[in-house]
Each structure stands twice: as C-alpha cells, then as structure tokens.
C-alpha cells in the first residue's frame, strides 16, 4: 500500500471520526474519543508524509478515483511540496488535538465543535493531495465550511455571528477567484489536470491574470492586506485549538495553493511576479504587526500577528519568484527555503502562543490584557511556554523565528545582482520594511507576556487562579521545545526542505548537515554563516554564570519590599503600565498616517471634582475606505435590482436569450 493510498484512507478515517463526534455529541466519552483519534491518525499521516519527502518529483505516485466529473475523476497526487506541508499541517494537528483533550472538556457547547473538527482536518489534507481544479476547489471549499462551523460554534454571541458572517463572504470570494484562474489556466479546452496545465503554454497576458486571480484567492485565505478583514474577528470567535488551527496551518493552505501555482503549474514566471508579491508581503507585515500593537485583546493581537507572519512568508517567496525569473537558481533556493522555513516556524510558535493564550481564557475568563497580570506566580509552566513563544515569534537567538527571518535577510543581500532597476530598488526598501516589522514584533511580544503575566492582578478575575490541565500543558511543552531544537538545529529542517525547493527552483542550498559544528551557511562562508548551537551555549553559559555569581557572593537572605511607586502610596495594581500605555508611543508614531489615530484629554479645571478622562479613537482605513463602500454599493444594486422578481414571463425569457448569446459570445472571442 502505497504512502498516497495510507494518507486517502487516513482522510477517511477523519471524516468517519466526525461521524463518531454526530453519534456521541451528548456522551462525555465524546471529547477524549474524538480527539483521541484524531491525534492518532494525524500521526499516521505525519509518519507517511515524513517517508515520503525526499522521493523526487517525477516519482510523485498518483492516484484516480472515479468520482467528481464525469469525464476527469479526481486525481490525487503525492509529490515533495504535498508532503512538506502535510507535514506541517498534521504536526499543527497532532498538537491542537492534544491540547483539546483537556481544553475540551470546558467546551460550552462540543457537539457543534466535535463533528467539524475532523473534517476541517480532512479538508485541509485533501487540498495538498489533489491533482486536478476541481478536487482542488472543492477541497478548498469543503475546508472553508468545516471551518466557518467552527467559528459559528459560539453563535449566541453577537460578535461571533457577525465574524462568521465576515469569513463566510471573504471564503466565498476567495473561491470564486481561484475558480476564474483555474478557468484561465485550464483554457477552453477544459483540461483541468494539474499536469495538462503544467504542460500547457500559457501567455503572458493569461499569467499576469492569473497571479492577479491567485493573490485574491489564495490572499484573502492567507490573510494578505487588503484581504485581512475577516482574520482578526474570526480567528478570536473560534474554540482556541480551532485558532490555533486556522492561523497556525490554514492560512498556510494558502501559502500551498500560491506555490503550487506559480512555482509549479505556471512554468517560469515573469520578473514583475516577484515586485508585486514582495511590495504585498512587506506592506501586510507592516500592516499587521501595527495593528497587534495597537490590540488589548490577547486573540485578537495573535491574529493581526498572523498577518505580519504571512507578509514576511510572501516577501520571500516574492524574492524567489524574481530570482527565478532571471535565472540565479541559488538566490531563488535561498528564498524559498526562508519561506518554507517560515511556514513550518510560525505553524509552530503560533500554535504555541494560541495555546497560551486559551490557557490563560480557561483560568481566568479574560482575554482583555488590562484585566490580567501576575500569572507568572499562578501560572508558571504556561507563562514560561508563552514566553519561549514570545521570543521565538520575535525572531531572536536561538530560537527558530529568528534562523527563518535570517534567511529571509540573507536573500534579500543578493538583490544588487538582479537586473532590474525596479527590483533594485524595490527589494532593500521592502528589506527596511521587514527589519521594521521585526522590532515591532518585539515589543508587541514584550506587552503581551509583561502585560498578561507580570506584575500584580489588575482584577479578581486574575488572582485566585491554577494552572491549566496536564493535556495542554504537554501541548504547550511540545512546540516550545521544537521551537528551540529547529532554532538550534536550522540546517536539519534546511536539508529536509531541499528536496521542494530543487522541484521547484531547479537548484538547493548547500548541504547543511555536512558542515562543521552544526553551522548554517546560506551561499558561502565567506559571506555569512550562523551556529543557533553556538549562540544557544552562550546564553545558557552566560546566564547559569550569572545565576552562580549571584547566588555565590551576594547576600542569600530573601527581602520583599514594596514596588517603588514614585513616592505616591497608593498600592492600587490600577497604577501598573498597561497594554495601552506601553504602545502609545508607537501609536503616536505610526498610528495617526497608519490608523488615523486620534488621542483626547479631557482635564477637569481646578475645583472641578469631574474625573479626568482620556479616550483613544483609531480606524482601519482599509475597512472603512474599501468594504464599506462595496458594501453600500452592492445594496444599493441590489435594490435597483429588486424589480426583475416582478417581470412578466416574455421579458424573463428575453433575458435569459440574452444571457445565452452573451455566453456563446465570449466563448466564439476565446477559442
């Protein structure tokens, strides 16, 4: 039995699970079983995939099964791209479902989750495998539903409902894009196989609608900007492990489906493919990581996280489009290995970090940082996990953020050997706006961790509380010690990449593991290099060092006293820096051009006992100057449009022959 044909059954056997989830939706064995075999079969799954990654591209087994259209049936395929993100998305998987062993027994309402879960999960396996558009888009489309019902699980909940709704329509247009590309690439002789597409010869013209096509598709599911709306309100709406799902592994689905076409199905792209996408990924990760920095809201901060994550994704992949059009086969591999480097990393800690954060909603019923704090006492083992998700997500040493976005850098530092001067000029001002994104990552990570674990209470709700279960704790434990062994060990995850990225650039960086002292060195020694095995030492020898001195010549004797409180003596935890002071100074910055932030002080006139406010107004410019107005557009149409519901039966038929002719029209333009 071939791995392709164990993965299909495996997928089988999700769907078979979320039947068990219909059955037992009221039994309180429900959530262990559910679960259970769900960590189960993704482990199979993952196992398969991990055999499977090194076998070459003409090797790809393939599979047809007699269902779908009539006249193609649905082709799976099994390939070194399939299998990396397999790889990611079952690993994801294996972790949410461990996590929800503990974290669902607190569920409010499981059998609206219990049933979609597994089905999410089958839908998300089913896109890597298929071969042809059809299987593509419905996969895709089946995934969109299973997820939309997990956020809708909660839909009580005015804000729910109302994200639901956001998601729903993103999904809807996003389909409906990667419909019409399809269409293109299929041309009007139908042939929907990926591998009749991958043969064909397809215009320039033809190309540059299809990315168009494909950026709006496989863009509005990733989270690019402008099509980030829908992300932060639906991924906050969702059970945790259902977020941590959707950021940490859909939004990489997207990632998948963007490769799969232009890397794979286009043929060799143009050079001005890699300026659009890299001018798209630096803006979103500007973007994105503003907007976390302005957020109270634990979720909601992780979401917008999520699209600063995916603008670093795309400016790489961006580089390795525009290195691949001029034929600089090292640079292209370079790039590429940054960005699937980056998919598996982020897949990782933001797991982690939404984990964390679902512990923190099950201990104390808040996700509001201002009404959290000194969890560290009460909470240790999530608070030491969520920091190690802080700090890998910030991309510093040794952790795995930071070799991924290093490598995205290294790539960026071969762009003066590129022809165009657009290029030229293009891919430093987007490296400026990486380094940007980068540092404001650490201080929105050094607000979430200071702000939710340190200091003191700032509510009941914060004091009083215990540390979560075993279950989510381990889920926890899991990817925080993966993010220090991929962090550590870079050049394992590099070689295990490589296989893709010759399939797809035609090249591969040099072998990682064959050089000394488990170094990492991206095109040549004399370039650059980096040891996370090194730099890790160091800081464990520095700070036990440290730790030792300390211990050995200062005082042992144990003192409390009170925080100094700038000579006033009120102990009140109201008077701790909160989530909003600690990003002012940002949003003074970057927040009036980026947000329209505006800041009002009313001060009382001395005698006047009125209490001093201070309230902040900020906008999303993108929502309110693109959305709003279609929204208002399509209903005023729709208005205009009412009437045809009360036409006579001539004039419905005159329609309808004018609809035939207008169709035969275009097709007789296109053959």
């Known amino acids: 039995m071939t791995s392709l044909s164990v993965i299909l059954s495996c997928i089988a056997a999700f769907l078979v699970t979320g039947s068990i989830g219909i059955l037992m939706s009221r039994s309180h064995l429900a959530t262990p079983t559910v679960y259970g075999l769900n960590l189960l079969v993704s482990l199979v799954v993952f196992v398969a995939s991990l055999s499977h990654l090194p076998v070459s591209f003409a090797d790809a087994p393939t599979l047809v099964l007699p269902i779908g259209l009539p006249w193609l049936g649905a082709h799976f395929r099994l390939d070194a791209l399939s299998a990396f993100f397999l790889l990611v998305v079952n690993l994801g998987t294996m972790l949410a479902s461990l996590y929800g062993l503990g974290y669902g027994r607190h569920e409010q309402a499981p059998h609206r989750v219990l049933p979609f879960f597994p089905a999410f999960i089958a839908g998300m396996n089913l896109v890597l495998l298929a071969d042809d558009a059809f299987t593509f888009l419905i996969s895709w489309e089946f995934m969109s539903l299973a997820s939309w019902a997990l956020v809708m699980s909660h839909h009580r909940d005015a804000d729910n409902r109302r994200a639901g709704y956001i998601y729903i329509v993103m999904a809807s247009f996003g389909t409906l894009a990667l419909l019409l590309a399809f269409g ?39 989270g690019l ?29 997207a990632v998948y489906g963007f490769i ?15 300026l659009v996408v890299l001018l798209l990924g630096g803006g979103t990760a500007v973007l994105g990581i503003l907007h976390a920095m302005m957020e109270r809201d634990l979720k909601r901060q992780l979401a917008y996280s999520t699209i600063e ?12 489009l525009a290195f691949k059009a001029n034929g600089m086969g090292l640079a292209a591999a370079l790039a590429l290995t940054a960005a699937l480097f980056h998919v598996l990393n982020h897949s990782l800690f ?16 808040e996700r509001d940082m201002e009404k959290l704090g000194g969890l560290i006492h009460r909470m240790p083992v999530t608070s030491f996990t969520f920091l190690v998700g802080c700090v890998a997500i910030s991309a510093l040493p040794p952790l795995n953020g930071f070799a991924s976005e290093w490598l995205a850098f290294q790539a960026i530092l071969q762009s003066p050997d590129l022809p165009q001067w657009a290029l030229k000029i293009a891919v430093p001002a987007v490296g400026g706006l990486l380094a940007l994104s ?48 991929a962090g550590v060990l870079p050049g394992i995850v590099i070689d295990g990449a490589a296989p893709v990225v010759l399939s797809l650039v035609g090249d591969r960086m040099p072998v990682q593991t064959d050089i000394p002292w488990l170094s990492i060195v991206p095109v040549a020694e004399s370039r650059s290099s980096y040891n996370g095995l090194l730099v890790f030492v160091f800081i ?37 820096y909160t989530a909003g002071s600690f990003a002012q ?25 009125r209490p001093a406010t201070f309230s902040v107004e900020q906008h999303d410019l993108i929502w309110e100057g693109l959305y709003v107005p279609i929204a208002g557009a399509v209903g005023f149409v729709a208005e205009k449009l009412n009437h045809l519901q009360f036409l006579s039966i001539r004039r419905y038929l005159s329609l309808v022959f004018l609809a035939l002719v207008s169709l035969l029209l275009v097709l007789a333009l296109w053959s």
């Open 309 to 320: 994550n995916i603008g670093v994704i795309f400016v790489s992949l961006g580089l390795a």
């Open 184 to 222: 293109l690439l299929a041309g009007p002789d139908g042939a929907y196989g990926f591998a009749a597409i991958r043969s064909a010869e397809h215009s320039p013209l033809t190309a540059g609608l299809v990315l168009t096509l494909l950026l709006l598709g496989a863009g509005s599911k990733a």
């Open 540 to 576: 464990a020898f520095s700070a036990s060092a440290t730790t030792y001195i300390v211990h050995r010549y200062a005082s042992r004797a144990l003192r409390r006293s009170p925080a100094w409180d700038c000579g006033f003596p009120e102990s009140s935890p109201l008077t701790q």
């Open 438 to 485: 980068a540092a404001l990552a650490a201080a929105c990570f050094i607000k979430a961790f200071g702000i939710t674990f340190l200091g003191r209470p700032r509510t009941p709700a914060a004091s009083g509380v215990s540390e979560v279960d075993r279950f989510s704790l381990f889920a926890m434990g899991v990817p925080a010690g993966l993010c220090l062994l």
């Open 585 to 609: 100074p940002i949003r003074r910055v970057f927040g009036t051009r980026a947000m329209r932030v505006r800041e009002r002080v009313d001060m009382p006139a001395p005698g006047d006992l």
């Open 260 to 274: 799969r076409v232009t890397f794979d199905l286009l043929g060799t792209p143009m050079w001005w493919f890699g």
């Open 350 to 365: 933001k797991s982690l970090l939404f984990f964390g954060a679902g512990a923190v909603l099950t201990a104390t019923g």
């Open 225 to 253: 900007v402008p099509l980030h709306v829908w992300l932060p309100l639906a991924h906050p709406a969702a059970p945790t492990h259902v977020s941590a799902l959707m950021s940490g592994v859909m939004t990489k689905i």
